[in-house]
């Protein structure tokens, strides 16, 4: 119900809700040919269209409704980017259940709490995580049945309890299904964050703020989708939405390519030139892997033009080789799952043009100005907003209709200063607009009563030649309180020394933000969304002392 005061003379509009479903009958109706081709975890392609899959989501939404799901209940999935995972994401949702996305990258026991905590009623998964599901079925009594993703040919065989074939519970169904109207508050998909402490949230999006967040996400400043691009989400469909991908592409008509679980850098690129991909979206670890498999080859892509990259910082050496050696569009986006999740894109503006590739470049690394919809502001520790200079970093916070006012199942709002939302980024925001995070608040290192941004001394390291990751971390230092440690993964088969490493700082940045410290390391922590995980460094280095210092206070 609306909070906001009724005028005297309200406007005399249809009351049409928003409505998930609406997206894929509009598709089916005016894009009815453009293809969804899978990569299945059978092993093959699949491929098929908007208009079959509008079809076989209503006879999974008579399946759903045949199992007793009612309007408001969670239905778990534990699957790939896949054509079976896009009719869950419009069945569940269209017909009034919840379709809660779960990250199988997680660790068992945070599965087991989610699926709990959601209370799921069912749950879908890809044959590849039956030893997840037979490994947490104990402990999730809420569910009722688990469905496995496949036909009757491939049902394992396996002592799991309520055991249900997809393929035949589909097939016991008639399409004849028409997609009930409701409020468009209603909550549509759940996702939980993959916090690295504490318990896992859920983000309960409605079907207002994703239909919203795929209209203004498609937009030509934001992600630009329309009917002529072929778009691969590789950013995952467990992961909130795939940046909403699903809902966008199918609403924008796109012929869509989903990579299942072959994210290696051989297997993107095979099925980007087979399928002629447009443009794709994922995080900087996923392009590291399909650069490399590129540059080693010496390949080129034939169709691969635009993308957008986000979830971490896009390291600037990255969008260099995307943009200059590659001729691939890099666009940065910045989000959050508590965000649905975009909030800003980059991208140049015409003004931009006439300036010089530097400066071009120095706008690129930019997370980008908000789209529309999103507001921001940067404010100090007290509160105090600061100015849009480019130069003053605050904690960032942000308000929309596609962010979250609370936690599922809080009572309190997560919400500050009469209704922001605290991102836990820090950030400066230029006099355009442009927002660049500086770092995660608890990432950021205290040096002296300063604060140092790690992304930028991991974007300098990444800049070497010689250097594939870096992590940068704050560790307790006796005089100025933290110091940064710099964590480096070599490339295969080259040397580089600690002072080599540290030289190549030497006029980048102020002298006191260099690292004190240098440690070469094999690979380093990723999460269960392919990033780093900086507590776990900190955990691992909290006894090491930086040469020279004193330890003792
Ligand atoms: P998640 O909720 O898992 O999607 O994580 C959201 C967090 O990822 C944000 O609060 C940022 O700290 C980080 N993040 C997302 N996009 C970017 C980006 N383009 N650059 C830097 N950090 C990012």
Redesign the pocket.
Known sequence: MSTYRASPLMGQMMDQPLLISSIIEFADRHYGHSEIVSRRVEGDLHRYTYRDCHRRARQLANALAALGVEMGQRVGTLAWNGYRHLEAYYAISGSGAVLHTINPRLFADQVAYIVDHAQDQYLLFDLSFLPLVTAIASRCPSVKGWIALCDAERMPDSALPNLLCYETLLAQQTDDFSWPRFDENSAASLCY??GTTGHPKGALYSHRSTLLHAYGSAMPNALNVSSHDTVAPVVPMF??NAWGLPYSAPLAGAKLVLPGSALDGASLYDLFEAEGVTFSAGVPTVWLGLINHVMQHGLRFSTFRRTV??????PPAMMATLIDELQVEAI???????MS?IGTTGGLQVRHLAQDLPAQRAVLQK?GHAVFGVDLKIVDDAGVELPWDGVSCGNLLVKGPWVISRYFGDEDSALVDGGWFP???VASIDADGYMQ?TD?SKDVIKSGGEWIGT?ELENIAMAHPAVLQAACIGLPHPKWDERPLLLVVLRQGVDLTLEQMLQFYEGKIAKWWTPDAVVFVDSLPLGG?G?LLKNKLREQYRDYHFAGASQGR
């Open positions: 964050t993959s992961h909130v990259i986000g979830g971490a910082a896009c940065h986006v910045w989000g959050m799952t508590e999740p997370q991102t836990g980024d995070i995660r992304i969304t990033k």
